[in-house]
């Protein structure tokens, strides 16, 4: 079994910051990328960023390019998103997800097979 933990949400105000972490244990599996999605109420699952596993290149949505990092540690076998200037927009329940293969696109969550709970992340403004 492969579980994916995400921790790191709470609240904090417009401006501020925030640092997701996201641990990966279970079995071996297959990764070619891991991604970070959101989700706002009444609103769909939207993706925020990925990392490609081997090399580190990284993929962002354009709302939060300039303001989010994400970044991975191959020996801890973790993936992190930091968030700086935080925008009540960005209030969502923030996702990690694990994509295996190197085909399809990186902004679907319908490439990812692996999910973690879930953590949130409120801005107040």
């Known amino acids: 079994q492969v579980q994916l933990v995400e921790s790191g949400g709470g609240l904090v105000q417009a401006g501020g910051s925030l640092r997701l972490s996201c641990a990966a244990s279970?079995?071996?599996?297959?990764?070619?990328?891991m991604g970070w999605f959101r989700q706002a109420p009444g609103k769909e699952r939207e993706f925020v960023a990925a990392i490609r596993w081997s090399s580190g290149s990284t993929y962002y949505a354009d709302s939060v390019k300039g303001r989010f990092t994400i970044s991975r540690d191959i020996a801890k076998n973790m993936v992190y998103l930091q968030m700086n200037s935080l925008k009540p927009e960005d209030t969502a329940v923030y996702y990690c997800?694990?994509?295996?293969?190197?085909?399809?696109?990186?902004?679907?969550?319908?490439?990812?097979?692996?999910w973690g709970q879930g953590t949130q992340v409120t801005v107040s403004s």
């Open positions: 279970g079995r071996t599996f297959r990764r070619y990328a």
């Open positions: 997800a694990n994509k295996p293969l190197w085909t399809g696109v990186y902004y679907s969550p319908g490439e990812y097979d692996y």
